[in-house]
């Protein structure tokens, strides 16, 4: 018996199997695509939090004020030295003259009193911007440290960085440990959906096993039935999950109080998404079906 002839064989007798049990086997289709649904929205939800906490982390600055007893060249000549702290990605200089500006430019229901203070009323400063928001502290110390700064003239919201870190770690905590639960849960679902389509064949188990077939013989079917119904549940997942995030993405802009989430195109994602939820499809249904057929095998 040629090989070819057994994959023909064993994917005949798959979708033979799909057919026959034809309610059993929409609902294994329906228990996938609603567990790679859920799997699939708590994942969505923790990459654009850790999106939209990666831009508030951009915008996120720490002000080096520099000593005021330094001229502005010299502020200016401290660069090369800040820019080499580990942890900095970008430095911007802003005179004593610019920052009054700003000062002065929120402050204009106070105008009358701004216009006295002298051009020397601030100090220069550098707006830094750091690469990992979680090491804000040490960089502010490392700042502190350069000649020409000082202890205690590096402002960084180091709390509202904290809790940042916070919120991102437990979004990402949170959605790992559901997806690893509903794993769990859909190979438990689908291993009890397909075991019930095998009670039913478990005489011709016994028969083929006493027959002289092999227990690899009489999985594969079991298999490619398993597998058919894994992917087709994360097609139609992946076809619903488009849906419900573009609608998702409609409120989030339509709606203010969501103004601050930056959610990410699903069609930038969809390739990732695609492979994602037909590799899960998959396992769920070979591991189903292979959970279920073992305790036929045993004759």
Same mark, same amino acid.
């Given at each position: 018996?040629?090989?070819?002839?057994?994959?023909?064989?064993?994917?005949?007798?798959?979708?033979?199997?799909?057919?026959?049990?034809?309610?059993?086997?929409?609902?294994?289709?329906?228990?996938?695509?609603?567990?790679?649904?859920?799997?699939?929205?708590?994942?969505?939800?923790?990459?654009?939090?850790?999106?939209?906490?990666?831009?508030?982390?951009?915008?996120?600055?720490?002000?080096?004020?520099?000593?005021?007893?330094?001229?502005?060249?010299?502020?200016?000549?401290?660069?090369?030295?800040?820019?080499?702290?580990?942890?900095?990605?970008?430095?911007? &200089?802003?005179?004593?003259?610019?920052?009054?500006?700003?000062?002065?430019?929120?402050?204009?229901?106070?105008?009358?009193?701004?216009?006295?203070?002298?051009?020397?009323?601030?100090?220069?400063?550098?707006?830094?911007?750091?690469?990992?928001?979680?090491?804000?502290?040490?960089?502010?110390?490392?700042?502190?440290?350069?000649?020409?700064?000082?202890?205690?003239?590096?402002?960084?919201?180091?709390?509202?960085?904290?809790?940042?870190?916070?919120?991102?770690?437990?979004?990402?905590?949170?959605?790992?440990?559901?997806?690893?639960?509903?794993?769990?849960?859909?190979? &438990?679902?689908?291993?009890?959906?397909?075991?019930?389509?095998?009670?039913?064949?478990?005489?011709?188990?016994?028969?083929?096993?006493?027959?002289?077939?092999?227990?690899?013989?009489?999985?594969?079917?079991?298999?490619?039935?398993?597998?058919?119904?894994?992917?087709?549940?994360?097609?139609?997942? &992946?076809?619903?999950?488009?849906?419900?995030?573009?609608?998702?993405?409609?409120?989030?802009?339509?709606?203010?109080?969501?103004?601050?989430?930056?959610?990410?195109?699903?069609?930038?994602?969809?390739?990732?998404?695609?492979?994602?939820?037909?590799?899960?499809?998959?396992?769920?249904?070979?591991?189903?079906?292979?959970?279920?057929?073992?305790? &036929?095998?045993?004759?």
């Amino acid at each position: 018996m040629s090989r070819r002839f057994d994959a023909g064989y064993y994917i005949s007798e798959g979708f033979h199997s799909i057919f026959t049990h034809g309610f059993m086997s929409f609902a294994a289709v329906c228990m996938i695509v609603a567990c790679l649904l859920i799997m699939g929205s708590f994942t969505l939800l923790a990459v654009n939090l850790d999106n939209t906490l990666g831009d508030l982390e951009n915008e996120n600055e720490m002000l080096v004020y520099i000593e005021s007893s330094l001229s502005e060249e010299e502020a200016r000549a401290l660069q090369p030295t800040l820019s080499q702290v580990e942890n900095v990605a970008q430095l911007t &200089f802003v005179t004593r003259e610019a920052a009054l500006k700003d000062f002065k430019a929120k402050h204009e229901n106070n105008a009358a009193l701004m216009d006295d203070l002298p051009d020397d009323t601030l100090r220069h400063r550098y707006r830094v911007h750091v690469v990992d928001i979680e090491r804000m502290a040490e960089t502010q110390a490392a700042l502190e440290a350069v000649e020409g700064v000082g202890e205690g003239n590096v402002r960084a919201a180091i709390d509202i960085a904290d809790g940042f870190v916070l919120v991102r770690n437990i979004a990402t905590g949170v959605a790992m440990v559901l997806v690893g639960i509903l794993l769990v849960i859909s190979l &438990f679902i689908i291993a009890n959906t397909i075991k019930l389509a095998t009670f039913y064949r478990r005489e011709e188990i016994a028969i083929m096993k006493m027959c002289g077939a092999t227990d690899g013989f009489i999985e594969w079917p079991f298999v490619v039935e398993g597998m058919i119904l894994g992917l087709s549940g994360a097609l139609i997942a &992946f076809l619903a999950q488009w849906g419900l995030y573009q609608m998702v993405a409609k409120l989030a802009i339509q709606g203010n109080g969501l103004s601050l989430v930056n959610m990410l195109s699903y069609s930038s994602m969809a390739a990732t998404i695609l492979a994602v939820f037909c590799a899960v499809g998959a396992v769920i249904g070979v591991g189903g079906s292979l959970l279920a057929i073992r305790k &036929f095998l045993q004759v």
